[in-house]
């Protein structure tokens, strides 16, 4: 036994034994050490050192000591090797594998016993893999990719070279691989950033299908090339490389098998390695198995997990604020891998360079829930891309966070329940669309002109029929206990343009978008959060369209809401020339909800921005309606006076920075005839379960005749809690101008004296 070879021991007598490696230098002090180390040089068995060393260390104590560096994975054990420290080559080698924690020796036994076979596909080079694996004393054999089971069937590694890591010809290789129980490691060694791993193994980790399904979300922006070009695989780029680039990509690839062969195991050969070789930086993006996989896992999960009950349980609010079931940091902690550009949903959150110093807006990435399938429409409206909102980074981050993974949860992926009939044909379970659409009669008649003139936000559809076969996806009633069906086109975002899922039945007179859409910490925070999202935008509508005047809030602090955080927020906005105010428009629900308000006080154009929040808890929903205003600071915070300098190129929020002013729409500015509110005000507080204010949310709804529907859309791969939330009823805050609610509250609760006629409501739709 002795030191591992990738050790050297030096005695400096009377200081300590220090021992080298290529990792730095660890010195051991002590008599007794300076006596053991020179014995373990690896010509001694342990009784021999034993027995040696009991002249001045009794045997019980050195085998402690023996003990402890074996531990440190210093000394080992290994059979009679021959003497490799004059081979320039395998000595070093072994040294190498010992340093990995390996015996060296059996590593390059494995070694010198493996056989590698190297695919191309799609048209890339393999010759440079080969040589490097020549060089790394692999035995590697060229294979042709179009006769995979020969190929297959002689290696005990593949190695897969290609352009692209969604060439079609992957699958194939993936699922021969699948079949045989063989590893295959792919790898692109020939652009600007090298892309190498993971190790696919069959039966353990991710597929090759895992890593397709997150690619090809990256991808979307090319569905308008490849179809112009009618493609079946992605889109090919120019070669960008050198000679050094693709070879030191190729010896990274040869590096990962070796270490493959050798036995070495660690995470990275879960993930995909990328090099960018300009800057010489390098990730790993770690894959992680879809369980709904239709490869290698079971793509019926999504499908039992919709059709099944929503059973809640107890859930006690995270003590750090905002009443949810986990903090900023936890969910940070177990959600952050899935940011990432290659095997993430999210590409990259990052903070809105445009936003103030002080103010906490970040982005991440697009919003399915807006529709746009092509530039022009990504260009347009303040919501193309998800973002996140808080009062300290880390909220804001994670806030942009979990709606990047709510709206990719809530978008169609193919193994959704569906079942195809008329609303007729399914009876008393079905809910009319109409009921929760909520457009009315006239919309309809003048849909087409209105179309014309509006944003896709607020698109009119074509009117419901009801003999007309429409997919419908079950929900869950927390109300009657029971399951109703909804169309599937209301409930699910449009999935991607390639063709890769199966076009709904009736989706031209049906529209999905983000109201009453949640993520949570758990499924209770989820539904909770939902329910509010809805409270709030049927408050708005009803403030807005019927351009009612509300009460005023107390920002201060005396009596008022004020705290060192808004003092903070309302001094960055003054430094801006602008003032800031807030209106309280709690419905006849009773939950808080308020808007806050912003304009500017130097130029002609006021560029009035605002934003919503709701909660039980009166101080969450202000600091919540707050940090949503700022979310869209950025958009004008480079306006001049001249016109220019907006953030968005869409006509609607434009016309609005332009031309509103509290002047010309007072019903901006707080009743001058209501007192100002302060959180002693509102009745209602959060409890200490999450899922009592649930059962708490059902009853109130009950008790107004309406019903809390929950479509659970959290997938089985991301794990984060998401849920639709539907009240049929409830009001949305773009322009749906059915009877109901809309009419009807003002004059219950003595806002107006008549309902307002249709032709009076509000021109202008909320464009938010």
């Known amino acids: 036994m002795g030191f591992r070879s990738h050790i050297r021991a030096e005695v400096v007598a009377g200081d300590a034994a220090y021992l080298l490696s290529d990792r730095g230098v660890t010195a051991l002090q002590g008599d007794q050490i300076e006596t053991l180390v020179p014995l373990l040089d690896g010509t001694r068995d342990l009784p021999s050192v034993l027995r040696e060393a009991a002249r001045t260390i009794p045997a019980e104590q050195a085998g402690r000591l023996i003990g402890r560096l074996a531990q440190a994975g210093l000394v080992g054990y290994s059979a009679a090797a021959p003497d490799l420290g004059a081979d320039p080559v395998r000595g070093p080698a072994r040294a190498y594998w010992e340093l990995a924690g390996l015996d060296g020796a059996d590593a390059l036994q494995r070694l010198a016993a493996a056989r590698v076979q190297v695919l191309a596909v799609g048209g890339a080079d393999a010759a440079p893999v080969l040589d490097a694996c020549a060089a790394g004393g692999l035995a590697a054999v060229a294979a042709d990719a179009r006769d995979y089971g020969a190929t297959v069937a002689t290696g005990q590694l593949s190695v897969v070279v290609c352009d692209d890591y969604l060439d079609p010809g992957l699958r194939e290789i993936d699922a021969v691989h699948q079949v045989t129980g063989r590893p295959w490691l792919p790898a692109r060694t020939g652009g600007s950033t090298a892309w190498v791993g993971p190790v696919f193994t069959p039966g353990v980790g991710a597929c090759w299908s895992c890593l397709a399904h997150r690619l090809r979300g990256h991808r979307l922006a090319e569905a308008p090339v490849r179809r112009a070009l009618g493609l079946s695989g992605p889109v090919p780029r120019p070669a960008a490389r050198v000679s050094p680039s693709s070879a030191g990509a190729a010896q990274l690839t040869a590096l990962e098998a070796a270490k493959w062969l050798a036995g070495y195991r660690y995470p990275g050969q879960s993930a995909v390695l990328t090099l960018e070789t300009l800057s010489l930086t390098t990730r790993h993006h770690e894959l992680r198995r879809r369980p709904q996989c239709p490869d290698c896992g079971d793509p019926a999960l999504v499908a039992e997990q919709v059709r099944r009950p929503v059973t809640l349980v107890s859930r006690t609010p995270h003590a750090s604020g905002g009443h949810r079931a986990r903090s900023a940091q936890q969910v940070q902690d177990a959600y952050g891998h899935l940011v990432s550009p290659v095997t993430g949903v999210v590409d990259t959150i990052r903070r809105d360079p445009r936003a103030p110093a002080g103010l906490h807006c970040y982005v991440s990435g697009r919003n399915p829930a807006v529709g746009a399938t092509d530039l022009a429409q990504l260009r347009m409206g303040l919501r193309q891309i998800s973002g996140g909102k808080g009062a300290t980074?880390?909220?804001?981050?994670?806030?942009?966070?979990?709606?990047?993974?709510?709206?990719?949860?809530?978008?169609?992926?193919?193994?959704?329940?569906?079942?195809?009939?008329?609303?007729?044909?399914?009876?008393?379970?079905?809910?009319?669309?109409?009921?929760?659409?909520?457009?009315?009669?006239?919309?309809?008649?003048?849909?087409?002109?209105?179309?014309?003139?509006?944003?896709?936000?607020?698109?009119?559809?074509?009117?419901?029929?009801?003999?007309?076969?429409?997919?419908?996806?079950?929900?869950?009633?927390?109300?009657?206990?029971?399951?109703?069906?909804?169309?599937?086109?209301?409930?699910?975002?449009?999935?991607?343009?390639?063709?890769?899922?199966?076009?709904?039945?009736?989706?031209?007179?049906?529209?999905?978008?983000?109201?009453?859409?949640?993520?949570?910490?758990?499924?209770?925070?989820?539904?909770?959060?939902?329910?509010?999202?809805?409270?709030?935008?049927?408050?708005?509508?009803?403030?807005?369209?019927?351009?009612?005047?509300?009460?005023?809030?107390?920002?201060?602090?005396?009596?008022?809401?004020?705290?060192?955080?808004?003092?903070?927020?309302?001094?960055?906005?003054?430094?801006?020339?602008?003032?800031?105010?807030?209106?309280?428009?709690?419905?006849?629900?009773?939950?808080?909800?308020?808007?806050?308000?912003?304009?500017?006080?130097?130029?002609?154009?006021?560029?009035?921005?605002?934003?919503?929040?709701?909660?039980?808890?009166?101080?969450?929903?202000?600091?919540?309606?707050?940090?949503?205003?700022?979310?869209?600071?950025?958009?004008?915070?480079?306006?001049?006076?001249?016109?220019?300098?907006?953030?968005?190129?869409?006509?609607?929020?434009?016309?609005?920075?332009?031309?509103?002013?509290?002047?010309?729409?007072?019903?901006?500015?707080?009743?001058?005839?209501?007192?100002?509110?302060?959180?002693?005000?509102?009745?209602?507080?959060?409890?200490?379960?999450?899922?009592?204010?649930?059962?708490?949310?059902?009853?109130?709804?009950?008790?107004?005749?309406?019903?809390?529907?929950?479509?659970?859309?959290?997938?089985?791969?991301?794990?984060?809690?998401?849920?639709?939330?539907?009240?049929?009823?409830?009001?949305?805050?773009?322009?749906?101008?059915?009877?109901?609610?809309?009419?009807?509250?003002?004059?219950?609760?003595?806002?107006?004296?008549?309902?307002?006629?249709?032709?009076?409501?509000?021109?202008?739709?909320?464009?938010?």
């Open 393 to 768: 980074p880390l909220d804001a981050e994670v806030s942009a966070l979990c709606e990047a993974l709510e709206r990719y949860s809530g978008t169609l992926q193919g193994d959704e329940p569906r079942v195809r009939d008329t609303l007729r044909g399914l009876g008393a379970s079905a809910l009319s669309p109409d009921r929760c659409q909520l457009f009315a009669p006239q919309q309809f008649r003048e849909r087409d002109r209105w179309n014309a003139l509006h944003s896709p936000y607020q698109h009119v559809p074509e009117p419901f029929d009801e003999r007309a076969p429409v997919d419908w996806t079950p929900v869950w009633s927390l109300t009657e206990r029971r399951q109703r069906l909804l169309p599937t086109g209301m409930l699910y975002f449009t999935g991607p343009p390639d063709g890769t899922v199966p076009r709904l039945a009736g989706r031209r007179s049906l529209r999905a978008d983000s109201n009453g859409n949640a993520a949570g910490a758990s499924l209770e925070d989820a539904i909770l959060h939902g329910f509010l999202e809805l409270v709030e935008r049927d408050a708005v509508a009803l403030w807005w369209y019927n351009r009612t005047r509300q009460p005023g809030v107390r920002l201060d602090g005396r009596g008022g809401f004020g705290d060192a955080w808004a003092t903070e927020l309302t001094g960055v906005y003054r430094e801006l020339n602008r003032e800031v105010w807030a209106l309280d428009l709690t419905s006849d629900l009773g939950i808080p909800v308020f808007a806050a308000l912003s304009r500017r006080t130097d130029k002609p154009a006021e560029d009035i921005m605002f934003g919503f929040g709701a909660h039980l808890d009166p101080v969450i929903a202000l600091r919540r309606a707050l940090t949503e205003m700022n979310q869209f600071l950025p958009a004008v915070v480079d306006a001049r006076a001249d016109g220019s300098g907006y953030g968005s190129v869409a006509p609607e929020p434009l016309g609005w920075w332009w031309g509103a002013t509290v002047r010309n729409q007072p019903y901006l500015l707080p009743d001058p005839a209501a007192a100002p509110r302060g959180p002693g005000d509102f009745a209602h507080r959060p409890g200490t379960d999450l899922r009592e204010d649930v059962d708490a949310a059902v009853d109130l709804l009950r008790a107004h005749g309406m019903e809390l529907l929950v479509l659970d859309q959290t997938r089985p791969d991301i794990g984060v809690p998401v849920v639709k939330v539907v009240v049929p009823g409830l009001r949305h805050f773009w322009a749906r101008f059915a009877p109901g609610r809309l009419y009807d509250v003002p004059v219950r609760m003595g806002r107006l004296a008549a309902p307002t006629p249709y032709d009076d409501l509000n021109p202008v739709p909320l464009f938010v």
